[in-house]
């Protein structure tokens, strides 16, 4: 049974740093590449960030550039996201994702929530 779990949100002030965890089982975690993505009330959702599967290359959404940081532990099969300098803007529900393609399938956590507000 294929499952994401995220943890580590909650409310934090402006400024202040989480960070989320993702944790993967029931499929080859370190064969795919990992993302997170958010969603705001009434918004779509949003690509956030992508870490390939040997953690060789990264890419982030200009909006968290030089804020956030993907991570990963393939012994732990887990993925994180690091997120410094919160702001109200940031305030989402935060999901995961496992990166398929035209050979696998794609798997997405149910998500956890954060707020940042003062």
């Known amino acids: 049974q294929v499952q994401l779990v995220e943890s580590g949100g909650g409310l934090v002030q402006p400024g202040g740093s989480l960070r989320l965890s993702c944790s993967a089982s029931?499929?080859?975690?370190?064969?795919?590449?990992m993302s997170w993505y958010r969603q705001s009330p009434g918004k779509e959702r949003e690509f956030i960030a992508i870490?390939?599967?040997?953690?060789?290359?990264?890419t982030y959404v200009d909006s968290v550039k030089g804020r956030f940081t993907i991570s990963r532990d393939n012994a732990q099969n887990t993925v994180y996201l690091q997120m410094n300098s919160l702001k109200p803007e940031d305030t989402a529900v935060y999901y995961c994702?496992?990166?398929?393609?035209?050979?696998?399938?794609?798997?997405w956590g149910q998500g956890t929530q954060v707020t940042v507000a003062s």
């Open positions: 994702k496992a990166v398929g393609n035209r050979f696998k399938a794609t798997y």
């Open positions: 029931g499929f080859s975690f370190s064969s795919y590449s």
């Open positions: 870490i390939t599967s040997n953690s060789g290359s990264t």
